[in-house]
């Protein structure tokens, strides 16, 4: 048993009994109060989920088993030479909670390599399905199709018993990670650059492979392991993660199960909000004569914007500050790429546009989110295809959901079934009257 997997199940052994204990002893305690408009408008707010995995402050972003972002990127052993942190040493920091030594990193790393050969069905399937496929339909695919290999499938079937079921979870996951780089730079290559492949290299991480099959130079593999990063988690009851749980807990496979989430993530309303962005800021390039403009000039254009639309990238559910992802990649276009035409224009955005959502007093959060600065990075370093962006966020949510799936079955939480109501039952209740 690798290191990682005998430190979760030591992690997994302390903590059933917590959860348990809530069970029995205080599964009556309310903890929330729903009324109609959540009900009717999504379930917003309704605190029915639970994860450790990370946590969204409204006031200091997320926050990855209790660190914010800052501070999970300063303390994760880094890669030797780079600023950004090792993506295996991350994942076994979701997982358990301490954060590794380089050793345990590096531990990681090797188990990565020793499972990360892509079965050439895969890459079979892949050049079969139509030229114009989208991406994330490739990717969804590709994954849904190695369900063949899982391993849980086949222990479920020889009956083993439920507190073993994280045990082959975390096999089927490990097996799924391991493979995603290469499986998405093999789409990247295949759809983008003439199918010419480039083949992974052992020796190198899971960020600065990903960047080698890319074919995309340094420091192009700090990029990936900050963004796989940035997006691997934001609590569980976004429509990914959620998607993710939810069809876990009918105890369909890792592989049924992130290809799920990955269908979810593909919606417009989730998943494509950085490529919108970046196709706004673009728009705004062009309108302003491909210049950049003085603050007063941005200014009056985003009062003329806001006349008739939104600016994109700005405003947050739940966040009431700028969201430290932002932050993370803004600190990385200051060192990198500060004479950037695009990042001149996000430069500029963040300091114009917040107070003047303040002045108009609509927004209840004036800062820009994570997807006001993601796409920009990804268009100066070549990646100009915004349809394989959601591709890239897939990577890194892939890391939190499946933490979160061998988590649920490790602590053997049901399957999910809330109850619904009809539109009777709620104008009853909206009259006073009783439903029961």
């Known amino acids: 048993m690798s290191g990682l997997k005998q430190k979760l199940e030591q992690k997994i052994l302390a903590e059933r009994p917590r959860t348990e204990k809530l069970v029995k002893e205080f599964g009556n305690v309310k903890a929330d109060e729903v009324n109609i408009g959540q009900i009717i408008g999504g379930m917003r707010d309704i605190k029915c989920l639970v994860t450790d995995i990370s946590y969204l402050d409204p006031f200091e972003g997320i926050r990855f088993r209790g660190l914010t972002i800052p501070e999970v990127l300063e303390k994760l052993p880094k890669v030797e030479g780079q600023e950004m942190p090792f993506v295996e040493g991350f994942f076994y920091f979701l997982l358990t909670g301490e954060l590794p030594t380089s050793k345990e990193a590096d531990d990681v790393h090797e188990e990565f390599n020793a499972r990360k050969k892509v079965p050439d069905y895969v890459f079979n399937i892949l050049r079969a399905m139509p030229a114009d496929s989208h991406p994330m339909t490739m990717f969804s695919a590709a994954i849904l199709s190695m369900n063949r290999d899982s391993i849980f499938k086949v222990k479920y079937h020889e009956h083993i018993k439920k507190t073993e079921y994280w045990q082959y979870y975390y096999e089927d996951a490990m097996n799924l990670l391991a493979k995603l780089p290469e499986i998405a730079a093999f789409i990247y290559r295949l759809k983008y650059r003439d199918g010419k492949i480039i083949a992974p290299d052992p020796k190198l991480d899971f960020g600065g492979n990903f960047a080698h099959m890319m074919g995309i130079p340094k420091p192009y593999d700090d990029v990936a392991r900050l963004y796989f990063i940035l997006h691997s988690d934001h609590e569980s009851g976004n429509v990914s993660a959620h998607t993710g749980h939810l069809v876990a807990s009918a105890l369909s496979d890792i592989y049924y199960a992130t290809s799920a989430m990955l269908n979810g993530l593909a919606g417009p309303l989730h998943g494509l909000a950085n490529e919108e ?13 491909g210049k950049v403009p003085t603050e007063e000039e941005m200014k009056k254009f985003v009062w003329d ?8 990238g700005f405003g947050h559910a739940v966040l009431r500050k700028t969201d430290p992802r932002y932050t993370a990649q803004r600190e990385f276009c200051l060192k990198h790429m500060p004479d950037d035409l695009l990042f001149k224009y996000v430069d500029l955005l963040f300091k114009v546009v917040p107070p003047i959502l303040l002045e108009q007093g609509k927004a209840k959060n004036p800062w820009p989110n ?13 990646v100009k295809e915004y349809e394989f962006y959601t591709v890239l966020f897939g990577i890194g949510r892939a890391l939190g959901v499946c933490s979160n ?4 079955r490790a602590l053997g939480y049901p399957i999910e079934r809330p109850k619904s109501l ?5 104008e009853n209740i909206a009259a006073g009257k009783s439903v029961d």
């Open 277 to 289: 962005v970046l196709r706004w800021i673009h728009g705004v390039v062009e309108t302003l004569g």
């Open 305 to 312: 914007t806001l006349k008739t639309g939104v600016i994109p």
């Open 370 to 382: 994570v997807d006001a600065q993601s796409g920009v990075i990804q268009w100066y370093y070549g």
């Open 405 to 408: 799936i061998i988590w649920a």
């Open 422 to 426: 009809t539109t009777t039952m709620l």
